[in-house]
């Protein structure tokens, strides 16, 4: 496997504080990586300088072999960033928020008429097509903000909390469009604070405290950090026992 | 430029109910108001007939001439009285003239009124024609000496309130065009849209005119819809139509370029609606939205400043001369703030574009 994303010494600060310090992580071609952190880890910060949105203080981004800043124009239609934040619009209408969204990667005429259906399709809206979001379910508008994301045929998906605030079904449709995809042939990077879809979906896991890295490695792996027997300890309380038990948001 | 982009924002903008009520329903009824509030203000401005004295003083002036002069005055409501003696200015004020021409050999002397300069300029402005087409008959060039059309001469076009209101009301509501953008703008912050923009790498630019193109033809039809519903409801007058919708359009245009440009620089939807509202009542209050302009007690200079008040001006005088010295400032005003505006825009973008969204 080669890998498809490296940060190198990848550092943010605002003023004084570090919020991402030093990361340096590899992520191979077909992978589901897992990216886990208490509120406050740095993990948004990673992935907005993952996908260039904010400036890194430090580092770099490499994305198929080359720095992404500096090849972006050619590197842009390989990523697909589903963020945290139901990014649509409600007064539109499902297959038109698509044809927004699609469109920024240049994809127009027929060719941008067959992605809506197909992105449409394969997160079950093709039905809902002629319905505005402001309609949706909370889990609709979730699935949309995927179809909003994958009409372009990216190679490396990265999720953001795709699954908060829906319902068990929902969850767990988006859930399996994710391995689909990557069974499909897609590198994802996903980030939720539900450990059990982390478990059950990632083939190797990072967590982050505090802007650093703390562990990497299978479910397994963190496991065998904590305790050797790993069948009587979850990836949460390994979680916890990493990133301690204390609140991060007070 | 990407055309789906400006195509939804559109759609986004035509699905608000707001939108609808602020550039359409809105001027309408304001117009409606004004009109018929300042109605007996402007009535004094309309065209009325006019009676003026004369007196010949030089032989060269036939009686033939004075004759066909009379009759031709006539036929344009201007009723000529010959007084063969006393003092212009007390004949004025005795009976009640709107002028007093003096005819000499070559020359002529007209004494205006001082409480009804326009009646005079319109007097001053028959004698004019009557002369200019005595001499082209004397020279054998066919003219229709016969019939001279008095018109409002330039320096205080008469306009009643319908007309005026109907037009600077119109303009005004067009200056509040970053209004047809708000839900938009609303949007992309609240569901931080703008990362989707940021991920799929759309340059300033891009993002620029996929809000300045929508945001000026919502603006600009929604005015236009306001005008047309204005003239076919209270009968406004906008003389030279392509002309006037050429110039609605250009400030709607500088309205959305100035004001899409306090929110690049302010990042802000209320402070960019604080501050351009209060540019845009500045430049209103100077540019003749809240009284008639022609008649205000405002420095020239500060009337000058104001691009409404050309844009005001240009449009009030080609509907009720035809024509307007202030056409091409109203157009070179608004070019000029299109042009330094957008710039200032995609700077303002450029330097905004990493580290917030």
Not at chain 1, 29 to 52: H, Q, R, V, W, Y
Not at chain 1, 93 to 120: C, H, M, P, Q
Not at chain 1, 208 to 223: F, Q, R, V
Not at chain 2, 327 to 337: N, R
Request: hydrophobic share 45%; net charge negative.
């Amino acid at each position: 496997m080669s890998i498809i994303l490296k940060t190198n010494d990848l550092t943010k600060k605002y003023g004084n504080k570090v919020v991402v310090d030093n990361l340096n992580i590899e992520i191979e071609e077909g992978e589901i990586f897992g990216l886990l952190g208490p509120n406050g880890a740095g993990k948004s910060t990673t992935m907005n300088m993952i996908c260039d949105i904010i400036e890194p203080t430090l580092g770099n981004v490499e994305f198929m072999g080359k720095d992404f800043k500096k090849n972006r124009k050619e590197l842009i239609d390989k990523l697909g960033y589903i963020p945290q934040d139901l990014a649509i619009h409600g007064n539109l209408k499902a297959w038109e928020n698509v044809e927004l969204f699609t469109s920024l990667y240049g994809i127009k005429g027929a060719e941008l008429k067959k992605r809506i259906d197909e992105s449409l399709e394969y997160v079950g809206l093709i039905e809902k097509r002629n319905d505005y979001a402001k309609t949706f379910s909370g889990g609709m508008k979730r699935r949309l903000n995927i179809a909003c994301a994958i009409g372009h045929h990216p190679e490396l998906l990265i999720f953001d909390e795709p699954t908060v605030g829906i319902d068990p079904q929902s969850r767990n449709f988006i859930l399996d469009k994710i391995k689909e995809s990557n069974k499909n042939g897609a590198t994802v990077i996903y980030t939720s604070h539900y450990m059990e879809e982390v478990e059950a979906i990632c083939t190797r896991i990072a967590i982050m405290d505090n802007g650093k890295l703390i562990a990497i490695g299978t479910s397994e792996e963190l496991k065998k950090m904590v305790v050797e027997d790993t069948e009587s300890i979850t990836l949460e309380e390994v979680f916890l026992t990493l990133t301690g038990k204390k609140l991060r948001d007070y | 430029m990407n055309i789906y982009l400006i195509k939804n924002n559109i759609k986004l903008m035509c699905r608000s109910w707001f939108n609808i009520l602020l550039f359409i329903i809105m001027p309408v009824v304001l117009v409606f108001c004004l009109s018929s509030a300042f109605d007996s203000l402007m009535k004094k401005y309309e065209e009325t007939d006019i009676t003026a004295g004369y007196r010949v003083e030089g032989d060269a002036v036939t009686e033939d001439m004075i004759e066909a002069m009379c009759e031709v005055a006539e036929d344009n409501d201007i009723t000529l009285i010959e007084y063969p003696s006393g003092d212009p200015e007390k004949l004025i004020r005795d009976n009640e003239l709107s002028g007093f021409i003096i005819f000499n050999d070559d020359t002529y002397t007209i004494y205006e009124d001082k409480d009804n300069k326009e009646l005079g300029k319109a007097l001053e402005y028959f004698v004019n024609a009557f002369y200019e087409n005595a001499t082209a008959a004397a020279m054998g060039v066919e003219v229709n000496s016969a019939k001279v059309t008095v018109e409002h001469p330039d320096f205080t076009p008469a306009i009643d309130s319908k007309d005026y209101y109907g037009i600077v009301e119109i303009i005004y509501f067009g200056w509040c065009a970053i209004v047809a953008g708000a839900g938009i703008f609303l949007n992309e912050k609240k569901y931080k849209i703008r990362k989707r923009f940021r991920v799929a790498d759309v340059s300033p630019f891009q993002e620029y005119l996929g809000k300045f193109i929508p945001i000026a033809i919502v603006a600009s039809l929604g005015t236009i819809i306001a005008a047309v519903l204005t003239v076919s409801l209270l009968g406004v007058h906008w003389g030279n139509i392509p002309l006037s919708v050429a110039i609605v359009v250009a400030s709607v245009l500088a309205a959305t370029a100035f004001e899409l440009m306090i929110y690049n620089i302010t990042d802000n939807l209320i402070a960019t609606i604080i501050i351009s509202f209060a540019i845009v009542w500045v430049m209103g209050f100077y540019g003749g939205s809240f009284e008639t302009y022609m008649f205000s007690s405002h420095p020239m200079t500060l009337k000058n400043i104001s691009p409404i008040y050309h844009i005001n001006r240009a449009l009030t005088e080609i509907s009720c001369m035809g024509h307007s010295d202030y056409m091409s400032s109203a157009f070179g005003y608004s070019g000029l703030i299109i042009v330094v505006s957008s710039l200032i825009s995609v700077i303002a973008g450029t330097i905004r574009k990493r580290g917030k969204v």
